[in-house]
């Protein structure tokens, strides 16, 4: 049995500090381990599925 309880997204709106323009990112907190990040730019997009190892 998998169990999963996901964290509401957070979000963040930026501004160019140079350039024009702005970026959008939203988190997503599956655990304190595994993320999922979007970002949506100006001039990019991108997306990760992220895992925190530490030791």
Same mark, same amino acid.
């Given at each position: 049995?998998?169990?999963? !309880?996901?964290?509401?997204?957070?979000?963040?709106?930026?501004?160019?500090?140079f350039d024009?323009? !702005?970026?959008?990112t939203?988190?997503?907190?599956?655990s304190?381990?595994?993320?999922?990040?979007? !970002?949506n730019?100006?001039?990019f997009?991108r997306?990760?599925?992220?895992?925190?190892?530490?030791?």
């Amino acid at each position: 049995m998998v169990h999963c !309880q996901f964290a509401p997204p957070l979000s963040h709106d930026g501004a160019g500090l140079f350039d024009p323009g !702005q970026v959008i990112t939203l988190r997503y907190l599956f655990s304190h381990r595994w993320n999922f990040e979007a !970002q949506n730019a100006t001039d990019f997009s991108r997306t990760s599925l992220n895992y925190r190892l530490e030791r």
